[in-house]
């Protein structure tokens, strides 16, 4: 039954709509993520080694030659210019996405523009909430358990607790984030646990799809050599691709354990 929704709403041109606003916002958003990091006196080469590891192939070398660029030195003056190209770019990606979860409902859109636009636009704001969050918090939790260590000896086994745990934080915060679009963003009203399943779905399939997808760009995919310069950048857009796919499977997943229980 999830197939044929899948099928039913078009999710895959969905998906490129969302890829396609996700790519244009990705340097406004690093612009108004990365601007905060020099303040924290973070090292360059500890989140560019982080983001190579995590992204997918030659995308982390695109991203990394912008981060270097940007914690260079610290830009409070763009930090404004960063946040409102974010939000304005980004948001015409969560307009679909709207979309995308009022076909999953099967729901016609009755709110204003006005309304539409300030709640993609808060959306997006807490999207850019959980993507610092899950790509930077182990940055700064091996950080922090360095600073900890300095002044008092850990044992190995809670230094390993410790780890657990800030990616355990981390993928919690990410869950409770979707929760909220995935409740906010359809013109429908229900309670916030019916979309758990959902946000934790997306969650736990993206993080396996970036790793795995990550794993094979970089030991099969060679796109740089069949693309050429603009392989990093095909590379990303196959990665929005599939969050979006994911993002609007999580919805379709939500949209139908409840109508399941309404039936």
């Known amino acids: ?50 983001i190579q590891t995590y992204a997918p192939g030659e995308t982390g070398e695109i991203i990394a030659d912008n981060i270097v660029s940007l914690l260079s030195e610290t830009r409070g003056g763009l930090l404004s210019v960063g946040l409102i190209g974010t939000l304005w770019t980004a948001s015409g990606g969560i307009n679909a996405f709207i979309r995308a979860t009022n076909r999953a409902y099967e729901v016609e859109e009755t709110r204003s523009f006005l309304t539409v636009r300030l709640l993609s636009m808060t959306l997006t704001f807490s999207m850019v909430f959980v993507v610092a969050i899950t790509l930077f918090l182990p940055v700064f939790g091996q950080a922090l358990m360095n600073v900890i260590q300095s002044f ?47 946000a934790l779905f997306a969650t736990v399939v993206w993080q396996l799809i970036s790793v795995g997808f990550s794993y094979y760009v970089s030991n099969f995919g060679n796109y740089e050599a069949t693309y050429g310069a603009i392989g990093g950048i095909i590379v990303l857009m196959i990665w929005f691709y599939l969050t979006g796919i994911i993002l609007i499977v999580g919805g379709q997943l939500n949209a139908m354990l409840y109508k399941w229980k309404k039936s």
């Open 152 to 198: 008092i000896p850990i044992a190995d086994h809670l230094e390993l607790l410790f780890q657990v745990l800030r990616w355990v934080f981390a993928v919690g915060i990410m869950v409770f984030v979707l929760m909220v679009l995935y409740l906010a963003a359809p013109n429908a009203a229900f309670k916030l646990r019916e979309v758990f399943w959902g």
């Open 1 to 50: 039954m999830l197939v044929k929704k899948f099928m039913d709403d078009e999710t895959t041109g969905l998906a490129a709509q969302l890829a396609y606003y996700f790519l244009l916002s990705l340097f406004p958003l690093l612009l108004f993520i990365l601007t905060l990091l020099p303040y924290f006196s973070l090292p360059v080469s500890q989140v560019v080694e982080f």
